[in-house]
């Protein structure tokens, strides 16, 4: 009989065991490197308190950061959850016809694309002498521009481009929530005489809200997780105008090798992921993700 109690929690073991060393072990070492000034060629470490905070919150690129990473994440929650539900919702409707399969193929294609391959991709789209977007806008006698080497296009042209690649995924998720709704509620709805919208705002989804909860938590943490796509076209600039969280946090490591800075970027990357994520579910007033 003791031998059926342990055997699930021997199952268990090996998932705690890679989820204490990857993730809760990294995350207590970083906050305590966040204390400390150190680097990569120096076996020595300083216990500096919170100077490494003082620092990083008083750095002239910190509201540029903080700014283009709330820009960042307000309009995906707006364009890829918001526009992503609705062309799920779309998707799911008769609208869509017998192309529905096709549509969805489309919308979710771009997901699939390296981040790193996109990124270079709309270099090439936003090169201002021979771009395509500029190439399009001459054709139709509208003004062009400089696009990534505008200081205050920079950031919303990256932003652009990670809305055209995952809006698609956000699609996919939510439409994979409505065809899990019972049709019964439909069709009891439809009986009633209600319409699309009001059988979208009144049974659609209510009853996928905790999926539409997971879509706006994914896009929040990737908001501030964003690298790769400023990395690819831009590296934070011009000047630092795209700057963003996760590439300061890359540069203090391995281009300035200030791993203390390069720690406290990490555990306010943590802090507010993880904050901004309670105050949704509280919101919500959810408890199942």
Not at 67 to 96: D, H, P, W
Not at 168 to 191: C, W
């Amino acid at each position: 009989m003791r031998t059926r109690k342990i055997t699930p929690y021997l199952y268990m073991i090996p998932g705690v065991l890679m989820v204490l060393v990857f993730v809760y072990i990294p995350v207590f070492v970083n906050f305590a490197y966040s204390f400390f000034r150190l680097a990569s060629y120096s076996a020595g470490q300083t216990f500096v308190g919170f100077d490494n905070y003082r620092r990083f919150f008083t750095d002239d690129v910190f509201p540029i950061i903080l700014r283009n990473n709330m820009l960042y994440c307000i309009i995906s929650l707006v364009i890829q959850v918001g526009f992503g539900t609705i062309v799920a919702l779309l998707l799911e409707s008769k609208i869509a016809g017998k192309f529905k399969n096709t549509y969805r193929n489309i919308y979710y294609l771009p997901a699939l694309i390296s981040l790193t391959a996109v990124g270079l991709m709309f270099t090439f789209i936003y090169e201002p002498n021979i771009g395509f977007l500029n190439n399009i806008l001459k054709t139709f006698s509208l003004p062009t521009g400089t696009w990534l080497g505008d200081s205050k296009m920079a950031i919303f042209c990256i932003i652009a481009m990670s809305q055209w690649q995952f809006t698609g995924y956000i699609t996919l998720l939510m439409v994979v929530a409505f065809q899990n709704i019972s049709t019964d509620f439909i069709e009891a709805a439809e009986i009633d005489g209600a319409g699309p919208i009001r059988r979208a705002l009144s049974i659609l989804l209510p009853l996928a809200k905790e999926q539409l909860l997971v879509c706006i938590i994914i896009t929040i943490i990737g908001a501030f997780k964003l690298y790769t796509e400023v990395y690819a076209t831009t590296s934070g600039g011009p000047g630092n105008n795209s700057q963003v969280l996760g590439l300061y946090l890359y540069q203090q490591a391995f281009l300035h090798d200030d791993l203390g800075m390069a720690a406290v970027t990490g555990v306010f990357i943590f802090v507010i992921t993880v904050v901004l994520s309670i105050v949704q579910i509280k919101i919500t007033r959810s408890g199942k993700v």
